[in-house]
């Protein structure tokens, strides 16, 4: 039998390593949470503003060849100009957060369709100032028409790239907890047993004692 104070020395140990563990797990389930609040759920929403900010762009294109005067002309450029702006202003937040060999594939696929789409927008427009429209319309519904679609299915794979990263990380977190929560009981369950064998080692050493009071006093009173 393995001796109480060799039994409780492993316990200690074991207690100690449980802690350390303990703190590793939180550690990871801190990383994850990071991971997610800093970098999936940001990318989504930058991702998602760019794809809807672009079909407003587009929209404005079509009002701008249905347009009757200079002056609707120069407000939905104007507004054309506001909305490629905030398109700037995603691009550059999310740019850095891109991570992962398909998203740099996705996002390069759709900087490249995005900006021939640019350079077709500027042949819309110089059309629909000289009142060609029905050339501005062919213009927007032939080459422009199957870019814009093809840089939105790019937008679209990066928000789902997101989201299975974000839900990869969520379930790596949620494993973690359990392990933090198994681990935790197991501590407790060491440092329960270490408390019991202390208990029980002291009792037996008050017994001892009595023992050899009753035995003293016995031969004393002989």
């Not at 350079?119 to 870019?147: C, F, G, P, T, Y």
Request: charged letters at 20%; a neutral charge; hydrophobic letters at 45%.
């Amino acid at each position: 039998m393995i001796p109480i104070k060799r039994q409780l020395l492993i316990s200690g140990a074991l207690v100690l390593c449980g802690l350390t563990g303990s703190v590793l797990f939180m550690a990871g389930i801190h990383g994850k949470s990071n991971e997610i609040n800093n970098n999936w759920l940001p990318s989504i929403i930058h991702v998602s503003n760019i794809n809807k900010l672009t079909s407003d762009f587009r929209i404005n294109e079509l009002q701008h060849i249905l347009s009757l005067n200079n002056d609707q002309m120069n407000a939905y450029e104007s507004e054309i100009v506001r909305i490629t702006d905030l398109i700037n202003g995603e691009l550059r937040m999310y740019e850095p957060l891109i991570t992962t060999p398909l998203e740099k594939t996705l996002y390069a696929d759709f900087v490249l369709k995005w900006n021939e789409y640019l350079k077709q927008h500027q042949q819309m427009v110089s059309l629909s100032r000289e009142n060609r429209n029905e050339e501005a319309k062919m213009l927007i519904r032939d080459r422009s028409d199957m870019l814009f679609k093809e840089y939105s299915s790019s937008l679209k794979a990066l928000v789902a790239e997101n989201r299975h990263l974000a839900h990869i990380e969520t379930g790596e977190g949620r494993d973690l907890v359990w392990l933090s929560v198994a681990n935790i009981l197991l501590v407790l369950g060491l440092v329960a047993y270490a408390v019991y064998m202390t208990v029980q080692y002291m009792k037996r050493m008050f017994n001892k004692v009595i023992t050899s009071c009753v035995s003293i006093m016995t031969e004393l009173s002989v």
